[in-house]
Antibody, heavy 119, light 109 residues
């Protein structure tokens, strides 16, 4: 059974940093691309970042480019999102999502972790 | 444009058929995927590709596409189908990896 479990969310002040993690199991993690998708309270889904299976190809949404860094450790079956210079508008539930071979089709999602940016 | 447009809200009578649409230039090049999200839960993939359902998704869910419009059809809507539905696709403009529609809230009356 595929499982994606996010952690690392919490309350952080504007300008602060946070590192999210996503632990994957139930599939060959090193063979699949991964993504972070976020959802602000009461709002729709927003794609945040993509990383290829090897980590060699990375994309970011314009809204986080230069502030967020996606990475992965295939030996630990883990995906990460380092978030710096956080803003109030980054407040959201952050989901990790397994990609179906770079099709943009997200076939499995984690339960999400809430990030709140507030003073 | 790299946007996908969805109607904000749609309603359907119990047992009737409803179609939820998604429009955007990217859909001329890529298939849409459809996700169901219930309150407090993560999204779940319900339709992908030309018209494919993941294991466990009821066959009352189907998908279609024409030109720049993709559609999700629920034939014989059930109370448990009340949820938010989102479409997404690869972004043909090259500006982003994927784009999501704004979501459609489906109410089953």
């Amino acid at each position: 059974e595929v499982q994606l479990v996010e952690s690392g969310g919490g309350l952080v002040q504007p300008g602060g940093s946070l590192r999210l993690s996503c632990a994957a199991s139930g599939f060959t993690f090193s063979s699949y691309e991964m993504n972070w998708v976020r959802q602000a309270p009461g709002k729709g889904l927003e794609w945040v970042s993509y990383i290829s299976s090897s980590g060699s190809t990375i994309y970011y949404a314009d809204s986080v480019k230069g502030r967020f860094t996606i990475s992965r450790d295939n030996a630990k079956n883990s995906l990460y999102l380092q978030m710096n210079s956080l803003r109030a508008e980054d407040t959201a539930v952050y989901y990790c999502a397994k990609d179906h071979h770079s099709s943009g089709l997200f076939d499995y999602w984690g339960q999400g972790t809430l990030v709140t940016v507030s003073s | 444009s790299s946007e996908l447009t969805q109607d904000p809200a749609v309603s359907v009578a119990l047992g009737q058929t409803v179609r939820i649409t998604c429009q955007g230039d990217s859909l001329r090049s890529y298939y849409a995927s459809w996700y169901q999200q219930k309150p407090g839960q993560a999204p779940v993939l319900v339709i992908y590709g030309k018209n494919n359902r993941p294991s466990g998704i009821p066959d009352r869910f189907s998908g279609s596409s024409s030109g720049n419009t993709a559609s999700l059809t629920i034939t014989g809507a059930q109370a448990e189908d009340e949820a938010d539905y989102y479409c997404n696709s690869r972004d043909s403009s090259g500006n982003h990896y994927v784009v999501f529609g704004g979501g459609t809230k489906l109410t089953v009356l």
